[in-house]
């Protein structure tokens, strides 16, 4: 029943060497649509390298998905879980962005494709019973599988179901890593492949023309539609009451044929019932009073469409205030997805990526760049599509030229060239063969000042009507202000990252007889700058001051009063750690500011094999003995720095023999919403013991590593390791 879905040899992978899987899975479980992506080594965007069930037009925005992306396959490949949407008021409650693109009764299935065995779990996106973590298996993840039912799907998966996803995703990993290991690609240009389902039984003999007697009976006329709605077949009657040519239908998707059905709302009925699975009908008026009801019906292979005269107590036809503008459904929905992802989005890096993965789709272009204005030159900050001299001839070129591009940023208006002997007039030297006929030129202007420029090439000459131009100067708009914030977003966090790298230590001392291993994360969203802060005080050959801290809030303010944290440990280093805690706190009490901070001072003897230590509200340390055995230490903590200036702050000892391991962290190594913090700890410290046989670097590596596969964390991360050797 699959028009393409072969499997060829295992020493042969290459895009046809997906299929056989997701043919295998769409079958068993009913799916409607089936989509299988594939996250490349150290990649950080899944790609859409295989489709089933709807055209490449409807996956077009998501034909990329960074992996913090708010998509059900970002959530299931980065927490490796399935995630389970039963319908759409799911969608909407948990992924809102998207259930804007797909606003029809659907159920969704996404699933992490790794190698491994291990079952991912089924519990709803965001519910309680959905853990967020290594819940699908040990091994690395490359891809991920996505499944669509019709809206009636029960509110659960079956058993069945369950176990042929996990088949299929094991499957796939497997044979994506094989793919990967022979060095062979997965993608042949920007386009994901298509497998297509054949029609499940050909006619006997007799049975065609019988069945064409049978249509010409019915009433009314009848057409089919394939999967990108162009007309396949059509009866006479149904020719008749379109107003059309049989021979002018065939082939032709009506909507783009038929101006009177150029309303984005027919197209949108045509949308839903492919993706839903479910018949619907809408009346349209075929001018000048013609009222004509049409019934769709959608399976895997099309859409079959009934025609006939609306009775006159039929709901009036559907108007729209942008009826006959090319602006069809596809492109409004490419203009929402854009809008709610650009909101999403921070640095000029991703906001040219996530618009660049929009707009092209949207604009129906064949290449795409985006050039920032910088330092007087144009800069190619992202290109999407087939290459291009035109870019090339671009990227690099002074803003003050006479080029095309740099004309349009002066003058303030697009431009737009028809053929590519327009563009060679105005640029000369874009006349090699590169296949692309004409092109937009559209300004990036925000709040009065030049931001860049938007090149949109096509590969057939391009009419550019006044409504095209309309919605190509509207995208590049809203890319505009996008990116004039991404700049100010992107100047803020150089500014912050440049004074938490000045305030950080750039290196420890060396102490005798003593390794020492530390690591930072900053947060994975925000401004990537915190309060977190470790340090080591070399105090004699025998003697070492180590403290580590976190500063509440994430700010330009948090960051410098963790250099003023700092500051106050160095200056008084010489004392015992409860003595270095007081004083640290009755001058941050004395600056009578509104943040707080937590810390953790130890003095290392290395001749005693002792340490002292006290703690202002600090997670507790972390000890591992020679033995291998981790213990979370009972340090009783003292309050919070910069609360009382009279708080005391208690001295606990301990042993620390050579071969030993003390390890301190800040409370984003272990805090997960919906994770006590005790249990937290305790995992924490099973791992320090797991993790025995290796030397502190690749100790804090591995640490942090584990960590990091929990969803993505509003808090820094620091990390200070001491053992001593002898």
Known sequence: MWGDATDPAPGAPGPEFLDAPLAAVVQETGASVGMVYWLPPGADVLRLVLLTGVPEEFAASWARVNLRDPVPVADAVRERRLVWLANREEMARHYPQPALVLPYPFALAAAPAEPDEGEPDTAPAGSPEAPAGDTAGPGPVNGGLVLLWPGSHPPELTGPERRAVRACCRELGTRLRRAEQAGLPLLHGPDPRLLTQADERAPREGEAAAALSFIDRLPG?????????????????????????????????????????????????????????????????????????????????????????????????????????????????????????????????????????????????????????????????????????????????????????????????????????????????????????????????????????????????????????????????????????????????????????????????????????????????????????????????????????????????????????????????????????????????????????????????????????????????????????????????????????????PTTEIALPPGAVLAFYTDGLVETPGTDLGDAVAALADRLAADGGQGLDPLADSLLRDSGRTPPSSDDVALLLLGPTG
């Open 221 to 649: 006329g009848s057409c089919a539609l394939d999967l990108d709605g162009r007309v396949t077949f059509v009866t006479p009657a149904a020719a008749k009451l379109l107003g059309a040519a049989e021979d002018e239908l065939l082939g032709l998707v009506p909507w783009k044929t038929l101006p009177w059905l150029a309303d984005p709302a027919f197209e949108d009925r045509y949308r839903g019932a492919l993706i839903s699975r479910e018949p619907t009908s809408f009346v349209a008026l075929r001018p000048p009073d013609h009222r004509l009801s049409f019934e769709l019906y959608p399976s895997a292979t099309g859409v079959s469409v009934r025609v006939t005269p609306a009775e006159r107590r039929s709901p009036e036809p559907s108007r729209s205030a942008v009826s006959g503008m090319p602006n069809r459904a596809t492109t409004l929905y490419h203009l929402v997805h854009l809008a709610a992802s650009l909101t999403a989005s921070a640095g000029v890096g991703e906001v040219a990526a996530r618009a660049a993965d929009q707009i092209l789709p949207a604009a129906e272009a064949r290449t795409l760049a985006i050039l920032a204005a910088e330092d007087g030159r144009f800069r190619l900050v992202c290109h999407r599509g087939r290459e291009s001299r035109v870019v090339h001839l671009c990227d690099g070129a002074p803003l003050a030229s006479t080029g095309p591009a740099a004309q349009v940023l002066a003058d303030g208006g697009p431009a737009f060239f028809r053929t590519a002997a327009e563009l060679e007039r105005a640029l000369p030297g874009t006349d090699s063969p590169d296949g692309l006929s004409s092109w937009a030129f559209l300004p990036l202007t925000a709040s009065g000042h030049d931001v860049g420029m938007l090149l949109l090439g096509y590969a057939r000459p391009h009419r550019f009507a006044p409504e095209r131009r309309a919605v190509l100067s509207a995208l590049a708009g809203l890319l505009a202000q996008a990116l004039d914030r991404a700049r100010l977003y992107d100047a803020k966090h150089d500014l912050a990252r440049s004074l938490q790298s000045h305030l950080l230590p750039h290196g420890l001392p060396e102490v005798p007889g003593l390794n020492v291993a530390a690591r930072y994360r900053p947060a994975k969203r925000g401004m990537d700058i915190g309060g977190d802060f470790y340090d080591l005080i070399r105090l004699d050959d025998t003697t070492a001051m180590a403290a580590i801290g976190d500063v509440q809030g994430h700010s330009v303010q948090a960051a410098a009063l963790m250099g003023s944290v700092r500051t106050a440990v160095h200056a008084t280093a010489e004392a015992p750690p409860g003595e270095v805690l007081a004083r640290t706190n009755r001058l941050l009490t004395d600056l009578d500011g509104e943040l707080f901070t937590s810390c953790l001072c130890a003095r290392i003897d290395l001749a005693r094999h002792r340490v002292l230590l006290a703690s202002a509200g600090h997670p507790p340390p972390l000890l591992r003995t020679p033995e291998g055995r981790a213990d979370v230490l009972d340090v009783p903590p003292g309050l919070l720095l910069g609360i009382d200036r009279d708080a005391g702050y």
